[in-house]
């Protein structure tokens, strides 16, 4: 099915309550700043597809909208379509009372899996990356926000790249962390295995993002058509700047399991905490270690 504007509007208890803690609070994780901002930060949530829907959708998106509840770091505001990404006002056909808010209202955007072209006017694309770039504010791309506006190199420059297969579909991912001391990752032991999906990726170089986590060469089956990647080079999350926007990008969290685990619920929010400026990390490339 289509997702419709009253996914989130009709139901929303229901759906929250199925991907929450059994406490009914997000995991001990994912406690406030040392420092929380002065004002509750505002985040906008987009799970709007036009091609493959993940199941994790939703799941992504409660969790995140839980998360700020329950921390008081933000408020989230989820939608399902792609409206409210522009910085102009909005004007309400007759007869309809919406929201009015607009890009200008918020701090940091995150896009929950989008597939396909997203049916933006130039103004909403000119606006989108100016959120970023001129603004300085933030924007986290889950798992399929690569899968998505390969049309539209600009977006493809601003997240890093665009997807290019998963090779081995879902499987137990070895991981290496590449950057222990980034507050998204510190968590992750340097070797660890996770079950997910994990993106191949095109037009992307670790040159111009910040590695943080990336498959294990020495563990992968290269036996496979779908692998591309000639330097066997697999990110799985990395930090960058697009202007003066910070920026990050997991491929996990395909599955819809993977929004209860603590271990990548916990790298999503403090990868949002990073975007809005709440914590310090690098986004300088660095080479590939032993390569």
């Known amino acids: 099915m289509k997702y419709g504007r009253t996914l989130l509007l009709a139901g929303s208890a229901a759906l929250l309550a199925g991907v929450f803690s059994h406490s009914g ?27 493959w829907e993940h199941d994790s959708i ?25 409206e409210l990404l522009s910085k102009k006002d909005l004007n309400a ?8 808010k607009n890009l200008n209202y918020f701090d940091a955007l995150v896009f929950t899996s989008p597939t396909g072209e997203m049916p933006l006017t130039d103004d909403q694309k000119h606006d989108l990356l100016s959120f970023v770039h001129d603004d300085g504010k ?10 998505t506006n390969y049309k539209w190199p600009e977006y493809g420059e601003m997240i890093g790249g665009y997807f290019d297969q998963h090779p081995w579909m879902t499987f137990n991912a070895p991981i290496i962390n ?29 040159d111009k993002v910040n590695v943080l986590l990336s498959l294990d060469p020495t563990k992968l089956d290269y036996n496979n058509p779908r692998v591309h990647r000639t330097d066997k080079d697999f990110a799985v999350a990395w930090s960058k700047m697009y202007g003066n926007g910070r920026v990050f990008y997991s491929t996990l969290g395909h599955t819809p399991e993977s929004w209860d685990d603590p271990d990548i619920t916990k790298m999503y929010f403090e990868a949002i905490k990073w975007v809005l400026h709440m914590t310090e990390g690098s986004t300088a490339s660095q080479p590939r270690a032993g390569m």
Request: glycine share 6%.
């Open 25 to 51: 609070k997000v995991h001990a994780q994912t406690t406030p700043a040392t420092l929380p901002p002065k004002e509750v930060a505002h985040i906008l949530v987009i799970g709007a597809t036009q091609g």
């Open 178 to 206: 590449e950057a222990p001391d980034f507050p998204a990752v510190r968590h992750f032991p340097h070797a660890f295995t996770k079950r997910d999906e994990i993106y191949q990726a095109k037009d992307w170089s670790r």
């Open 93 to 100: 056909p007759a007869g309809r009372n919406l929201n009015r």
């Open 138 to 147: 933030g924007f986290v791309g889950v798992h399929a926000a690569l899968d």
């Open 58 to 82: 939703p799941n992504a998106m409660a969790r995140i909208w839980q998360m700020g509840h329950d921390t008081k770091l933000w408020d989230a505001t989820l939608r399902t379509d792609y």
